[in-house]
């Protein structure tokens, strides 16, 4: 009877340690990739195998496999609050490996056009402001380099695997950078202007700071890789012209890396 309790005991040990085991293997290997748009995530949606749709709460969760990763991808709506939340679930829910922040992004820079990639290498919240208290524009209260405006990051390591993918046959450019993050569409060039020059920043977005400041406090890695949609001194007609195809380009990069 004893020896029986015993091997009943050490069977149940046994699965215990498989279960922790597979559970932590899954989640090592869990890649979370968030769009704030359908276009931005469509085109990696497509290409994942073994997909399942779960909807939580508001939240809707697409997994799959992508060669050696367990992929969860979601859309979080456009805008800071949105993509944090999402983010913060995300993290919660399935503890991933690292986050990517995929999509499109307008233009700051001479030297980026329509078409062209930007891998943000830092990220600020240009519309965060508390200057009357003396703080530069763009400082969020974190005690850290209190007289310039708080910049979030890329994963260093993350940076190099995503710019090593990139080729001299490419008829695009590359540029490693700063995005800058606000809850405004900006399309005047007075208004890009200002956001550049006050900031150093190359691109802009309504999305990655956020993103990256979660993922920051969550002390997960995260990558923002993003296409441009529309140039310096462009209009919305360019944006909406190039929206899905710069979020196709952006996520095509990443399905090429992650394979």
Same mark, same amino acid.
Do not use: W
């Given at each position: ?10 069977? %149940?040990?046994?699965?215990? !340690? ?11 290997? +869990? ?55 999402? +983010? ?11 986050? %990517?922040?995929?999509? !499109?992004?307008?233009?700051?820079? /001479? ?32 005690? =850290? ?37 606000? /809850? ?10 200002? %956001? ?7 691109? =802009? ?9 979660? +993922?920051?406090?969550?002390? =997960? ?39």
């Amino acid at each position: 009877m004893k020896r029986t309790i015993k091997y009943i005991i050490f069977f %149940i040990i046994s699965i215990c !340690i498989i279960c922790l085991f597979f559970n932590y293997t899954n989640k090592k290997e +869990t890649v979370a990739i968030i769009g704030a748009m359908d276009d931005e995530i469509n085109e990696i949606h497509n290409n994942l195998n073994n997909t399942k749709t779960v909807q939580q709460n508001d939240f809707k969760i697409i997994t799959g496999k992508l060669g050696k990763y367990n992929i969860v991808l979601t859309k979080s709506g456009v805008g800071k609050v949105a993509s944090a939340v999402t +983010t913060q679930f995300i993290i919660d829910k399935y503890s991933p490996v690292c986050i %990517i922040n995929t999509g !499109i992004a307008g233009s700051l820079s /001479d030297n980026l056009k329509a078409g062209d990639i930007i891998i943000a290498k830092d990220m600020v919240q240009h519309d965060f402001d508390v200057t009357a208290f003396g703080s530069p524009k763009g400082y969020i209260d974190n005690g =850290i380099e209190p007289n310039k405006p708080t910049l979030f990051h890329s994963d260093k390591t993350l940076i190099e695997k995503f710019k090593n993918k990139f080729n001299s046959n490419r008829d695009y450019n590359v540029m490693i950078g700063t995005i800058a993050t606000g /809850d405004v569409f900006a399309n005047k060039e007075e208004q890009k202007n200002q %956001i550049r020059n006050e900031f150093n920043a190359d691109a =802009i977005d309504m999305e990655s700071a956020a993103i990256a400041q979660t +993922t920051q406090k969550n002390n =997960i890695p995260v990558i923002v890789l993003r296409t441009i949609s529309d140039s310096e001194n462009d209009s919305t007609s360019e944006y909406k012209q190039n929206k899905k195809s710069s979020a196709q380009k952006a996520a095509l990069y990443i399905l090429s890396v992650l394979e």
